[in-house]
């Protein structure tokens, strides 16, 4: 297929607005938090921008703290959520300890900074233990995590199933409800 000279330029210059606008767009658009880096494949989807294999870095100090991977992601477009596809997120901690979650679906609340992950949700730490439910919420404001699904925590020695999940992490308390087993093994 021939492409003739000024319809090629029109192409050209319409590919490198577009490209200068989502430049524009990542550079200026954002608040004054961290610092957000955006690897993309940008497409518009309703009401907002969906975003095919993102991957959303955060850092601080120069020093990456949470990690974000998504099949899609879908900006509002007021910029205030985005909703992630087939995710996995994990959060570093001071010490460089890891925490990896993963779901089928996501959203994040830019004001709050409140995260929501349902769709087989696993949760793992690098020391091993690991808990597995439907529904995870995080409220920034309070550092709690909650659910009101059936969740199961298992590690090397335990497993403890329950239908309900409130944790403060401040207080560093675990409450686990509704038809409680656990399950301990002697270390050997």
């Not at 529904?135 to 298992?154: C, H, N, P, T």
């Amino acid at each position: 297929m021939f492409v003739s000279s000024p319809s090629f330029r029109i192409l050209l210059a319409l590919c490198t607005g577009g490209l200068i606008g989502v430049m524009i767009w990542f550079a200026v658009g954002r608040s004054a938090g961290p610092s957000i880096e955006t690897i993309v494949n940008v497409l518009t989807e309703g009401e907002g921008m969906a975003i095919q294999w993102a991957e959303l870095l955060e850092k601080k100090d120069n020093k990456v703290t949470l990690r974000i991977k998504a099949k899609k992601a879908v900006i509002s477009e007021d910029r205030t959520q985005i909703r992630l596809s087939n995710f996995s997120m994990v959060s570093y901690g001071e010490e460089s300890e890891r925490t990896t979650i993963i779901a089928r679906e996501g959203l994040l609340d830019n004001e709050t900074k409140d995260v929501t992950a349902e769709g087989g949700v696993l949760v793992m730490s690098d020391d091993g233990r690991a808990m597995y439910t439907e529904k995870l919420r995080w409220y920034e404001g309070k550092k709690a995590l909650s659910s009101d699904s059936q969740v199961k925590i298992f590690g090397g020695n335990f497993v403890i199933k329950g239908k309900t999940l409130e944790v403060d992490t401040i207080a560093d308390r675990a409450l686990i409800g509704g038809g409680v087993t656990a399950i301990f093994k002697k270390s050997r």
